[in-house]
């Protein structure tokens, strides 16, 4: 059973460009989280998906920021009209039942640089 | 803001020495969760103690969970240089959909 799979797992943008990062959860999950980390810094929570479904976005910035997590395929994180601030590790994780039940299994992280 | 907060910040310790890192949070939970991340590369989950348990080991890690004083402590025996990384401690509110909050970590670092 392969583990969550995260691409691209570096990405270069320039201001203003879009990065579209991708997450193949665990099979059978259907709970995807995203988070993202700054260096020596802790995982700041950004949104929660079921398959389709935005669960809980409340740490998404409500601007350039989406995520989907369509029926077929992975889910994917969007980052529009890029800033420099915006650089940071993005971590994907994945459950089967959701955190109440058990733990969460996570990808290797893609890691976003913005020039 | 953060809801896990582990102290210290940075632990060096001697191989064979044992680690202790600590963890406050402030909300009720469901469960309380400890992940391991080496340099580089994605959180590892360790061991998951439920809110109605006080105690849980599993191999050389030993967890304790106090609600009333809602925190939390991770004990690594006989420590070895290949713990040396970067340890969180996550908290899963009550509720439904509840997601992980996760503290700053602590960077652990074993001599040989």
């Given at each position: 059973?392969a583990?969550v ?22 099979k059978?999950?259907?709970?995807v989280y ?8 802790g995982?700041k929570f950004?949104v929660?998906?079921?398959?389709e479904?935005?669960?809980?976005e ?6 350039r920021f ?21 650089s940071a590790a993005?971590?994907?994780?994945s459950?089967p039942?959701g955190?109440n039940t ?7 992280g893609?890691?976003l640089?913005?020039? | 803001?953060q809801?896990?907060e582990?102290?210290?910040q940075?632990?060096?310790i001697?191989?064979g020495?044992?680690?202790?890192m ?8 469901n ?12 959180l590892?989950h360790l061991?998951?103690i439920r809110s109605n348990?006080?105690?849980?080991h599993?191999g050389r890690?030993r967890?304790t969970?106090d609600?009333?004083k809602?925190?939390s402590s ?12 970067s340890y969180?401690?996550a908290t899963?509110?009550t ?7 996760f ?5 652990l670092?074993v001599?040989?």
């Open positions: 059973n583990g799979m995260q691409n691209p797992r570096h990405l270069v943008r320039r201001r203003g460009q879009e990065a579209r990062l991708r997450c193949s959860p665990m059978g999950h259907s709970h995203w988070y993202r980390q700054l260096p020596e810094e995982l950004m929660y998906l079921q398959k479904n935005i669960i809980d409340s740490g998404m910035p409500k601007e989406s995520a989907e997590f369509p029926k077929e395929g992975p889910s994917i994180l969007r980052i529009q009209q890029v800033v420099r601030g915006d993005y971590f994907c994780a459950s039942r955190v058990g733990e969460l299994f996570f990808g290797e893609s890691r640089t913005v020039l | 803001s809801q896990g582990e102290d210290p940075a632990l060096s001697q191989e020495e044992n680690a202790t600590n963890c406050s949070y402030k909300t009720s939970i469960n309380l969760q400890w992940y391991r991340q080496n340099s580089g590369r994605g590892v061991i998951l348990e006080r105690e849980k599993s890690l967890v969970l609600t009333s809602k925190s991770l004990l690594i025996t006989a420590s070895r240089a290949a713990d040396t990384a969180f401690c899963a509110a509720g439904a959909n509840s997601k992980l909050t503290g700053k970590g602590i960077t670092s001599r040989p």
